[in-house]
């Protein structure tokens, strides 16, 4: 079965510091996701990208997020300078033609740890 | 208002056990709905997706009260592998808005 898959599984970074976490999405979808649940909280949507640009970003994806889709299987969220407060999992997501009732699948997850 | 709101739990059953979840949400322009399931420190995982109509698939059944804006699902013969956190999550556009999540305890 095709599954998304994310690495590193678990990422350590100083704080201030820039980190790239990465996702290779199910290889025929075409609209991709970042979601993020800190700790004992509620999963939390970041950002929607289709077509090689953001569709959708939420309050949380401020100027120190990005994303990319540098080629044909990866697709990244860059955070610049990190902060404590970024310290959560990380989920990208995929789906086929992101209408509704089209189900979006969920990678592994990085955790992020900032020092 | 909470977006989507679920009753944390935990919610502690022998096996055998039949347990109801329900979840409210507050945005009337919503247009899919959903349950996932989440395993301790593992991601999201479709358990199954609601209608109106209600939806049955083995031992779980999902229904959907549009007017209400209210979610249930219900857990028949509940198993020790059915210890999870249940999350309602509700789709505006393509973004998946979650709740919570409801926390399930089988115990034998």
């Known amino acids: 079965e095709p599954e998304v898959t994310q690495t590193p599984s678990h990422q350590v970074t100083q704080m201030g510091q820039e980190v790239i976490l990465r996702c290779v999405p199910i290889?025929?979808?075409?609209?991709f996701y970042w979601y993020r649940q800190i700790l004992g909280q509620k999963v939390e949507f970041l950002v929607s990208f289709y077509n090689n640009e953001i569709s959708e970003k939420s309050e949380i994806f401020d100027d120190q997020f990005s994303v990319e889709r540098p080629d044909g299987s990866n697709f990244t969220l860059k955070i610049r300078s990190t902060k404590l407060e970024d310290s959560a999992m990380y989920f990208c997501a995929s789906s086929g033609t992101g209408f509704s009732d089209d189900t979006q699948y969920f990678g592994p997850g990085t955790r992020l740890t900032v020092l | 208002r909470k977006e989507v709101e679920q009753d944390p739990g935990p919610f502690n059953v022998p096996e055998g056990a039949t347990v109801a979840f329900n979840c409210t949400y507050s945005?009337?322009?919503?247009?899919?709905f959903f349950w996932y399931r989440q395993d301790c420190r593992k991601e999201p995982k479709l358990l199954m997706s609601v209608y109106s109509s209600g939806n049955e698939d083995g031992r779980f059944t999902a229904q959907l009260n549009r007017a209400s804006q209210y979610i249930s699902l219900l857990i028949r013969d509940s198993k020790l592998s059915d210890s999870a956190t249940y999350l309602c999550v509700v789709e505006y556009g393509n973004k998946l808005v979650f709740g919570a999540g409801t926390i399930l305890r089988v115990k034998s």
């Open positions: 945005n009337s322009a919503s247009q899919s």
């Open positions: 290889s025929n979808h075409l609209y």
